[in-house]
C-alpha cells in the first residue's frame, strides 16, 4: 500500500506578496507548493533565523545590566539633583553663579547616561526599521532629542550665562544701577566680603557700612549681616536709628516686581525650568514604555 505523507504547508501566497516574486521563483512547481528550488530554500532558511530568538553571552548579559544599572542610577541622581533645586531652593539660589558641586554632578550624569545609553540602545535597537517604526523605537527617538536639548541647553548656561553670573556676584555689581535701586537679590551681592561694599536696606533705603569699623567684614556684632533688608533687626537694637542714618545713604530698595532682569538672568531661569519640564516628559516616556 502507497501512503502518501502530507508536506508542511507554508501561507506561501503571503510569502510571493512579500517579497514580490512569483512562485516560480521558490518552487518547482510554477504554481507553488511542494519542493523547494536553491533561492526557496534560502528563504526558508532566512525565516527561521529570524523566528529563532537571538542568543546573548554570558558576558552581553552582564554588560548590559552594568550598563542598565548605571544608567538608572545615574538618572535618579541627576533628576533628583533638578528636582531638589527647582522646587525646593528654586533656581534664583544659583542667580549669583553656579554652584560647582552642582555643575559637576551634571557634567558626570549626562556624560553616563550617553555612554550607557548608547549601550542599551546597542542591544535592543538591530535596524533603522526597528527605531522609526516602533513604538520602542519612536519613544527612544523622542528621549534622546529631549536629552539632547539638556545638553546643548547646560551647556550654554554653564559656558555663557555661568561665567557672567559669576563676575556679577565677584564684583558685587560696584557700580550702582542708574537711580540706586536695588531688589533683595541685587543687595545680596553687596555683603561686604571679599573686597566687595557692605549694603544694607532699612526702612526701604540703602546704606553704605563699607567704611565703618563696626561693619568688618560685613557683619556687625557677629550678628547682622551686609547685603540683607536689616530693618527688623535694628529696629530691636539697643542704639537709636541715628547710628544708621548717620552712614551714607547710596539708594533705595525696590520689589523684584519693579526691575526687569538682565537677559542673561532671564535666559537662565527660562532654561533652569525648561530643563524641570524635561524631566517631567522623560519620566512620562518611561511610564508610556512600561505601562501603556
Known amino acids: 500500500m502507497l501512503y502518501c505523507h502530507p508536506l508542511a504547508a507554508h501561507a506561501t501566497e503571503a510569502y510571493a506578496k ?6 516560480a521563483v521558490c518552487h518547482l512547481d510554477p504554481g507553488g507548493g511542494g519542493e523547494l528550488t ?8 532566512s525565516l527561521t533565523a529570524k523566528a529563532a530568538p537571538a542568543q546573548v553571552s554570558p558576558v552581553a548579559k552582564g554588560v548590559r ?41 551634571g557634567v558626570l550624569s549626562m556624560a553616563v547616561m550617553a555612554v550607557t545609553g548608547a549601550v542599551l540602545t546597542r542591544f535592543r535597537v538591530d535596524s533603522l526599521d526597528t527605531l522609526l517604526h516602533t513604538r520602542f523605537g519612536i519613544l ?31 564684583s558685587g555689581d560696584a557700580q550702582l544701577p542708574a537711580g540706586g535701586e536695588l531688589t533683595a537679590d541685587q543687595l545680596a551681592s553687596y555683603d561686604g566680603k571679599e573686597g566687595r561694599p557692605a549694603y544694607f536696606a532699612y526702612h526701604g ?13 560685613g557683619v556687625h556684632m557677629g550678628r547682622h549681616n551686609a547685603g540683607m533688608d536689616l530693618t527688623q533687626a535694628l529696629d530691636l537694637a539697643p542704639h537709636g ?18 526691575r526687569k532682569a538682565p537677559l542673561h538672568e532671564r535666559v537662565f531661569f527660562f532654561m533652569a525650568y525648561m530643563n524641570l519640564t524635561i524631566v517631567f516628559l522623560i519620566v512620562l516616556v518611561l511610564a508610556l514604555w512600561r505601562w501603556w
Open 18 to 23: 512579500q517579497t514580490g516574486k512569483a512562485c
Open 38 to 45: 536553491p533561492a526557496g530554500k534560502e528563504f526558508a532558511a
Open 65 to 105: 545590566f552594568v550598563a542598565g544599572y548605571l544608567h538608572l542610577l545615574t538618572a535618579i541622581l541627576w533628576f533628583g539633583t533638578i528636582l531638589y533645586v527647582h522646587l525646593v531652593l528654586k533656581p534664583a539660589y544659583a542667580a549669583g553663579g553656579l554652584p560647582r558641586g552642582e555643575v559637576r554632578v
Open 140 to 170: 527612544l527617538l523622542v528621549k534622546v532629542s529631549l536629552y539632547l536639548v539638556m545638553v546643548l541647553t547646560a551647556a550654554y548656561v554653564v559656558a555663557v550665562i555661568g561665567p557672567k553670573l559669576k563676575a556679577k556676584k565677584r
Open 205 to 217: 533705603k540703602i546704606y553704605d557700612a563699607t567704611a565703618s569699623r563696626l561693619w568688618k567684614q
Open 241 to 258: 536709628e541715628d547710628k544708621v542714618l548717620g552712614l551714607p545713604e547710596v539708594g533705595t530698595l525696590i520689589a523684584e516686581g519693579e
